[in-house]
């Protein structure tokens, strides 16, 4: 129950084109839904976050929907770049703790 | 706003000798840090809650005498390796929350230990 799923391992894309990565979790008391950005080397830099009571939230390129009743979460990168090839990670955590549980992580490549 | 610095960034040593890592954050109180371990293209693993002016608390099956916590003061927090063998060869990341909005954690750059 404390699992957060995240697909797909890897995925490439050309620029411009919207990777889209899921993550499932299952334990309802999971309220707070954040994704990491990781470079090589580097430690995860917080890029979005959202809570249950929405259902969509963009900031900049980046949009996370929420699915509350199939408890699952995605990221969408909109006119991707090749400077975001990264790590992505999501994450959740539960009633206003700051552990947070995280998913197993997505490399994304974006091809020029 | 928000930074987490970590010090060293790197370090080498050699098996049997203790490494200290160290977790600051530069603009702000953290009461709570965090310390995490990720080995190569894999995820975060949560070793252990620091608490300033109180004893850490760890996650199952990380060993409490192995990885020494120490959470001094609102801006500081410390991991030392002890006795460091090969495979304590990792890289550590430390994270740290203002304590304004739950859940929201801020990283540190990381420390790449290699032990020989």
């Known amino acids: 129950q404390q699992q957060v799923k995240q697909s797909p391992q890897s995925l490439i894309v050309q620029k411009g084109g919207i990777p889209i990565i899921n993550c499932a979790y299952e334990n309802t008391a999971f309220d707070y839904f954040p994704w990491y950005q990781q470079f090589p080397g580097k430690g995860p830099a917080l890029l979005i976050a959202i809570r249950p009571d929405v259902s969509e939230k963009k900031e900049g390129r980046f949009t996370i929907s929420f699915n509350k009743s199939a408890k699952q979460f995605s990221l969408h990168i909109m006119d991707s770049q090749p400077g975001d090839s990264a790590t992505y990670f999501c994450a959740a955590s539960r009633g206003g703790s700051y552990k947070l549980i995280f998913g197993s992580g997505t490399r994304l490549l974006v091809r020029p | ?116």
């Open chain 2, 1 to 116: 706003g928000a930074v987490v610095s970590q010090h060293p960034s790197r370090v080498i040593c050699k098996s049997g000798t203790s490494v200290k890592i160290e977790c600051r954050s530069l603009d702000f109180q953290a009461t709570t840090m965090f310390w995490y371990r990720q080995f190569p293209k894999k995820s975060l693993m949560l070793m252990a809650t620091s608490n300033e002016g109180s004893k850490a608390t760890y996650e199952q099956g990380v060993e409490k005498d192995k990885f020494l916590i120490n959470h001094a003061s609102l801006t500081l927090s410390t991991l030392t390796v002890t006795s460091a063998h090969p495979e304590d060869s990792s890289f550590y990341i430390c994270s740290a929350t203002t304590g304004t909005r739950p859940g929201e954690l801020f990283f540190g750059e990381g420390s790449r230990l290699t032990v020989l």
